[in-house]
């Protein structure tokens, strides 16, 4: 009990996943990055040190945690893009570095939960064209475009193709197939609603990391587990009476 109250007191959540999935995710980073630095370094030359430091943030969301509402493409595009647009304002129209990094950061994180697109990688994003110096300077607005936007395409597009082959975690979350409920098995017909979701959030009201989908996945997979479960007790007090 002291362990899982410690457990609970540090954030060591509860995260059985296999080897495999773990080895998949750090590969899928290892080539992400290295794409991402390599057609860098192609279009920008010796201005490749521009490479944003957050895209090294958002490979741990697109290859460790690809189905996260943070993880997905809106996310990723809108949240760098907007962060971006933001920073370079900021740090155009505010003289006061030390002002100008905070409002790039903070009008950045309003900015997305607004518009929907909540990506923590963004923050370095907005940031980085702000602390930057005189590369980012010189760039003016169109460090939105080179080297954020096309750093965001590659690594979509690396999440997009190396994800793809596994049905169980294809990227965007879209495109995941999920495996049909077995005949064989008595399984909960029940399913959390849309609403009953929107109004449990509402309540919280604090962002939950975790997709409508997925939510639906653990409560069937628990529901068969509890059910199963059950039927074992069930079967062992028949044999004892």
Request: proline letters at 5%; a positive charge; charged letters at 15%.
């Amino acid at each position: 009990m002291k362990k899982r109250s410690l457990n609970k007191l540090i954030g060591i959540e509860l995260n059985p996943s296999s080897h495999m999935e773990k080895l998949i995710s750090g590969i899928g980073g290892c080539l992400a990055i290295y794409a991402v630095y390599s057609i860098s370094h192609i279009m920008l030359g010796d201005d490749a040190f521009l490479l944003v430091a957050s895209m090294g943030a958002a490979t741990v969301l697109l290859f460790a945690v690809p189905h996260g509402p943070m993880s997905q493409p809106w996310p990723l595009f809108g949240g760098n893009v907007i962060a971006a647009t933001i920073g370079i304002a900021s740090a155009q129209w505010i003289p006061d570095i030390f002002i100008a990094a905070a409002a790039a950061v903070g009008i950045s994180v309003t900015a997305m939960y607004y518009l929907k697109c909540i990506h923590p990688p963004a923050g370095a994003t907005a940031l980085s064209a702000v602390i930057s110096g005189s590369a980012v300077e010189a760039l003016g607005f169109y460090y939105v475009v080179t080297p954020v936007l096309l750093n965001v395409v590659i690594i979509f597009a690396i999440a997009l193709l190396f994800n793809y082959p596994f049905k169980w975690r294809r990227y965007p979350a879209s495109l995941v197939t999920l495996p049909q409920k077995s005949s064989s098995t008595q399984p909960t017909s029940e399913r959390l609603s849309h609403q009953g979701i929107a109004h449990a959030l509402r309540k919280i009201d604090s962002f939950i990391d975790i997709n409508e989908d997925d939510l639906n996945r653990i409560f069937q997979l628990a529901s068969e587990f509890d059910a199963k479960q059950k039927n074992i007790t069930s079967k062992s007090i028949d044999k004892t009476a």
